[in-house]
């Protein structure tokens, strides 16, 4: 009798209202081009992937939805209503004077409460670039929970967006050195 392999994987998706932050950023084009400082009321949703052997348990799910919002809330909040800039681009300068920051990109000059920036570690501050870096973070703080992989789309306006996946290293499930197999003496 033919038997038909079946597998299925669930996934835990979340996109609450107050997923989102609003904030300011510029991205930079090229060399000569850059846009000018504006803002988005950006969107979050995170998809929470398990891996095999975790296993939904007795009651039937996974791990409380409330474990996973509260971290997200968190960590969109440390964006909102910040102006966000890009440290790892070469030609972004960032000088503290103490309760100020000055910031200077090719011939513009802005100064800034240093408690109202983010100092992202990302060359553009593109919904590209901001996915992955969430996904990154909530990984990270997600991995204990068994989880395989993580995706995060951010949306700057409706339906324009990108979303990043960040998966989990399988150490462990997959053997990182060859086997060696001992023949019979
Ligand atoms: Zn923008």
New binding site residues.
């Given amino acids: 009798m033919k038997t038909i392999a079946q597998s299925s994987q669930t996934v835990l998706i979340l996109e609450k209202q107050n997923f989102k932050f609003s904030a300011a950023?510029?991205?930079i084009f090229d060399q000569h081009t850059a846009?000018r400082l504006?803002?988005?009321n950006y969107r979050v949703k995170v998809e929470i992937h398990f891996s095999a052997r975790s296993e939904i348990n007795e009651k039937g799910y996974f791990i409380d939805f409330n474990v996973f919002k509260k971290i997200i809330k968190k960590t969109v909040d440390a964006w909102d209503e910040m102006v966000l800039l890009p440290q790892n681009h070469q030609d972004m300068k960032f000088f503290t004077q103490g309760p100020s920051l000055e910031v200077r990109f090719r011939d513009r000059f802005y100064v800034f409460p240093v408690n109202e920036v983010v100092l992202l570690p990302l060359t553009n501050?593109s919904v590209e670039q901001m996915s992955a870096l969430l996904g990154e973070i909530l990984l990270k703080e997600f991995l204990t929970y068994g989880i395989s992989a993580v995706q995060v789309t951010v949306e700057?306006t409706n339906g324009q967006g990108a979303k990043s996946t960040q998966y989990a290293k399988t150490t462990g499930d997959v053997p990182s050195e060859p086997l060696l197999v001992r023949a019979h003496e």
């Fill in positions: 950023h510029f991205l846009e504006h803002g988005h501050t700057e």
